[in-house]
T-cell receptor, first 111, second 112 residues
Framework: QKEVEQNSGPLSVPEGAIASLNCTYS??????FFWYRQYSGKSPELIMS????GDKEDGRFTAQLNKASQYVSLLIRDSQPSDSATYLC???????????FGKGTKLSVIP | EAQVTQNPRYLITVTGKKLTVTCSQN?????MSWYRQDPGLGLRQIYY???????DKGDVPEGYKVSRKEKRNFPLILESPSPNQTSLYFC???????????FGAGTRLSVL
């Protein structure tokens, strides 16, 4: 059974701080990694994808992947109250369309 | 605009009354999938379809049926709904090239 683990939170950070969200996965053959943001009652929205070891930056967001440690993280710089949401980590195996989701980390950015 | 459209958005029904939630995508994707989301349990896959007439079970298929007669449509059928199927349902369709997922807006189902 493929598993994706996230700290459920809630994670509270002050406005302007860096929020750090973490995710570990069990399937060593996993090839694609995604972070989704989900506001309460809304559908998940893709914010970052990463496929190779290292960092990938997009605006205030940085995704980090370490396949040896089976670990992926998301950093949000200069956190804003509008970043308050649940963040879902999703992992896709090799040659598969199947996405396995973590249960999500709830982030609260305090003004 | 690339879209995954689900209907209805909200549905209240009673135990045992058959219902269908529709899902349609305009991206010509081969793969479509249904998820349910419950507090504390996250997103769990119900069924998926790799192409027309090709469907397979996900992690929680019990009590659900699907069909894929056309590429764009992937309805979710609850033949005899029960209260434990009260949930938020999402249809999703990823593009082949990056494996991410475009989600529909969701259907909130309550079974009384």
């Amino acid at each position: 059974q493929k598993e994706v683990e996230q700290n459920s939170g809630p994670l509270s950070v002050p406005e302007g701080a860096i929020a750090s969200l973490n995710c570990t996965y069990s399937d060593r053959g996993s090839q694609s990694f995604f972070w989704y943001r989900q506001y309460s009652g809304k559908s998940p929205e893709l914010i970052m994808s990463i496929y190779s070891n290292g960092d990938k930056e997009d605006g205030r967001f940085t995704a980090q992947l370490n396949k040896a440690s089976q670990y992926v993280s998301l950093l949000i710089r200069d956190s804003q109250p509008s970043d308050s949401a649940t963040y879902l980590c999703a992992v896709r195996g090799a040659g598969s369309y199947q996405l396995t989701f973590g249960k999500g980390t709830k982030l609260s950015v305090i003004p | 605009e690339a879209q995954v459209t689900q209907n209805p958005r909200y549905l209240i029904t009673v135990t045992g009354k058959k219902l269908t939630v529709t899902c349609s995508q305009n991206m010509n994707h081969e793969y479509m999938s249904w998820y349910r989301q419950d507090p504390g349990l996250g997103l769990r896959q119900i069924y998926y379809s790799m192409n027309v007439e090709v469907t397979d079970k996900g992690d929680v298929p019990e009590g659900y049926k699907v069909s894929r007669k056309e590429k764009r449509n992937f309805p979710l059928i609850l033949e005899s709904p029960s209260p434990n199927q009260t949930s938020l349902y999402f249809c999703a369709s990823p593009p082949f090239y990056d494996g991410s997922a475009n989600f529909g807006a969701g259907t909130r189902l309550s079974v009384l």
